[in-house]
């Protein structure tokens, strides 16, 4: 299989593979109608790929390329279950012939994309089987650094993506859009895995050391891709948003000892403006079509913290109005927290402390640190540093982060110090 | 070979350490320090922090299937706080690293000598006893 | 989240194991490869370890003159880690379902009712919004 010209593999290669995938996908799974297998077969397409192509080049159809040979596994497998049920059937001669390359290639539908984004992100599947087995088949991500960015053996990881793919086809979803009525409630369960892989990418951009793959702006790249795909809706653009004016920051977000550098301390010269332009322009954009959804507000709120030149610029009034409005279409206990702080801003801190007794009854906070941390940051705001250390202290024995557990410990060394003074 | 090296430190119901903050940090950059210098040596396996004694639960095998869970433990008992797996060219290298972790800074800067317990890991097939 | 399911025993304990027959040891030792396999299949299995037996353990206390302090002096009543399963799972009741199993496992033709201690992982990230 050699393709007449080749360029040479280069520092772009593994990222238009990854483009490729989910286009190679889309035409494989339709031409068999075996989602579960092609996926298979897409995956070992590009492990091949991955082989040969830094040492015989980049083929001049690369997409071309990785179909056919994604095909020629299919019918492989094909062949040889016909050959086990020792029988004739269409399906063999059917995929018998092998068309030429290019003919192959021209099969391709621009939307089979955003199908297999609401394919990998169906409601039945799990969380970490949706984001498993969307960064495989959506984001052309090798089980491997899906494995090594979540922390957990290869095999564990094949094993979740295979038995995503068994749901999938248990629930006998087709290879196909959903209709209107299905996308208002499939387009937010593709959003929010898309949110939730960058918010594991985004909290684990802290452990430099640790060479994951980054997660967070892999997930901005399918949410571009699902953007370009549905430029209509106001949340995809939200969530786009959100996320680019979140990770605009992460530069300022971890000090030189890895330490943990909260919103207010951060050294804004850090932040990556590009990043905050475009955020705010989509939101421009998003804000003027029909309804607000809960990313687009979330969106703008940071967008408010990312035009201020200083934490003391900030302006808390219209942060504080975006969480009364967040409050009212998206409620939980995490928006009460947050609305809870931007009142102690506006209102002075005993008014934030008094929303947060609202929190105290809320099964769902029980235990939970921030509810300390929170509270703990608002006593120290009234001056009621013994209590303020009390819940600093508290909060760290409750934090699994091991940065904000210093933080917090530190932040409480650091009252305790100041009490004396 | 390979060792587990443990630091058993924790216990229920005493809260974080409430050192200065300058202990603190000395503490926290020794330990980040100690493991970039395992991880150059190419010694470091893994190194893991476990969340606080308080979460902790004891979990038997209830009737039917449905296990009993609580959280209550004996006032004495030291719980894991943190470990490292380490592989080593011999048992003293293995003591060696341990003494490094026990000696710690914490108040006022003092080594802390915290007991690091060293026990040998099964690279083959797992001991007769479990 | 991760969690570490910790298998712990005195000394005197795992002595008692000796007294098992061979078949009791195979019927235990099957039971709890199965539950390794199960997580493997369900994909919450991270890793299993086990640990060789406390007659090695050693404990380090610091320096002295650049030497690492070492014994193998421990109460008679210390819990020694004997083995652990780390699994990622949903929730935690996942984590104390997988535990119970574990404290299931037959010893002598009965549930030896192990109590197993369930610890959720710290990690060096920041904690997620949700």
């Known amino acids: 299989m050699r393709a007449a010209m080749t360029k040479p593999w280069d520092t772009t290669s593994e990222h238009l593979l990854r483009e490729l995938a989910p286009q190679v996908l889309g035409s494989v799974a339709r031409r068999f109608r075996d989602f579960s297998s092609a996926e298979d077969a897409v995956q070992e397409a590009m492990i091949a790929a991955?082989?040969?192509?830094?040492?015989?080049?980049?083929?001049?159809?690369?997409?071309?390329?990785?179909?056919?040979?994604?095909?020629?596994?299919?019918?492989?497998?094909?062949?040889?279950?016909?050959?086990?049920?020792?029988?004739?059937?269409?399906v063999a001669s059917d995929v018998e012939a092998t068309a030429h390359v290019d003919e192959i290639d021209s099969d391709v539908d621009p939307d089979d994309t955003l199908i297999l984004l609401f394919m990998c992100c169906h409601p039945a599947l799990t969380s970490s089987s949706a984001i498993a087995l969307t960064l495989r088949a959506v984001g052309g991500l090798t089980t491997a650094e899906i494995a090594n960015a979540f922390l957990v053996p290869e095999a564990t990881m094949a094993q979740r993506i295979s038995r995503a793919k068994q749901s999938i086809k248990a629930s006998g979803v087709p290879f196909g859009l959903p209709s209107p009525q299905e996308r208002a409630v499939r387009l937010p369960a593709a959003l929010h895995v898309l949110y939730l892989i960058f918010n594991e990418g985004y909290a684990s951009s802290i452990g430099a050391h640790l060479q994951r793959l980054d997660l967070a702006r892999e997930a901005i790249r399918l949410t571009r891709d699902a953007k370009a795909l549905i430029p209509e809706d106001g949340e995809v653009a939200g969530l786009l948003a959100l996320m680019l004016l979140t990770d605009a920051r992460r530069a300022a977000r971890t000090g030189p000892d890895e330490e943990l550098i909260p919103l207010d301390k951060q050294d804004r010269t850090l932040w990556d403006r590009a990043e905050i332009s475009e955020g705010i322009e989509l939101l421009t954009a998003a804000l003027s079509k029909r309804s607000v959804g809960p990313y687009q507000l979330q969106a703008a709120i940071a967008a408010v913290h990312d035009e201020a030149?200083?934490?003391?610029?900030?302006?808390?009034?219209?942060?504080?109005?975006?969480?009364?409005?967040?409050?009212?279409?998206?409620?939980?206990?995490?928006?009460?927290?947050?609305?809870?702080?931007?009142?102690?801003?506006?209102?002075?801190?005993?008014?934030g402390l008094e929303l947060l007794r609202t929190l105290d009854t809320d099964a769902r906070l029980a235990?939970?640190?921030?509810?300390?941390?929170?509270?703990?940051?608002?006593?120290?705001?009234?001056?009621?540093?013994?209590?303020?250390?009390?819940?600093?202290?508290?909060?760290?024995?409750?934090?699994?982060?091991?940065?904000?557990q210093n933080y917090l410990m530190t932040q409480a060394a650091c009252l305790a110090e100041r009490k004396l003074s | 070979m390979k060792y587990i090296l443990m630091m058993n430190t924790m216990r229920a119901g005493r809260g974080v350490p409430q050192w200065a903050q300058k202990d603190l940090l000395a503490h926290i950059a020794f330990m980040i320090g100690l493991n970039k210098e395992l991880r150059q040596s190419g010694e470091l396996i893994s190194a893991e922090g476990l969340s606080f004694p308080d979460q902790a639960k004891l979990v038997r095998a209830g009737k039917d299937g449905v296990p009993i869970t609580d959280g209550v433990f004996p006032e004495s008992k030291e719980f894991l706080a943190g470990y490292w797996i380490v592989d080593v060219d011999s048992p003293e290298r293995a003591c060696v690293i341990a003494a490094k972790v026990s000696g710690a800074p914490g108040p006022g800067g003092a080594p802390l000598n915290m007991p690091i317990e060293v026990r040998p890991i099964m690279s083959g097939p797992p001991p007769e006893m479990l | 989240m991760k969690y570490i399911l910790l298998m712990s025993g005195t000394k005197a304990g795992v002595a008692s194991y000796h007294d098992w027959s061979q078949k009791d040891i195979e019927t235990h030792m099957a039971v709890l490869r199965s539950i390794t396999n199960d997580l493997n299949g369900s994909g919450e299995f991270v890793a299993t370890q086990g640990l060789a037996e406390p007659a090695e353990a050693k404990v380090v206390r610091g320096e002295k003159n650049g030497m690492p302090v070492t014994d193998g002096i421990f109460p008679e009543s210390k819990e020694f880690l004997l083995g652990y399963w780390i699994v990622d799972v949903a929730t935690p009741e996942r984590a104390y379902a997988i535990a119970g199993r574990i404290s299931a496992a037959p010893?002598?033709?009965?549930?030896?009712?192990?109590?197993?201690?369930?610890?959720?992982?710290?990690?060096?990230?920041?904690?997620?919004?949700?």
């Open chain 3, 107 to 130: 010893g002598r033709g009965a549930p030896t009712n192990m109590p197993i201690e369930v610890r959720r992982f710290a990690a060096y990230e920041q904690s997620k919004s949700q």
């Open chain 1, 309 to 351: 030149p200083r934490a003391q610029d900030t302006d808390w009034p219209q942060i504080l109005a975006l969480y009364e409005l967040l409050k009212r279409v998206s409620p939980s206990p995490m928006v009460t927290l947050n609305h809870a702080i931007a009142a102690a801003m506006v209102h002075g801190p005993s008014k």
């Open chain 1, 50 to 90: 991955f082989t040969q192509w830094p040492q015989e080049g980049v083929p001049e159809n690369p997409r071309g390329w990785l179909i056919q040979v994604a095909s020629r596994r299919m019918t492989d497998q094909v062949r040889s279950e016909v050959a086990r049920r020792q029988r004739e059937t269409a």
């Open chain 1, 367 to 404: 235990g939970h640190y921030r509810l300390d941390a929170v509270r703990a940051h608002l006593l120290e705001m009234v001056g009621d540093y013994e209590i303020a250390i009390k819940h600093y202290r508290i909060a760290a024995s409750r934090t699994t982060s091991i940065p904000e």
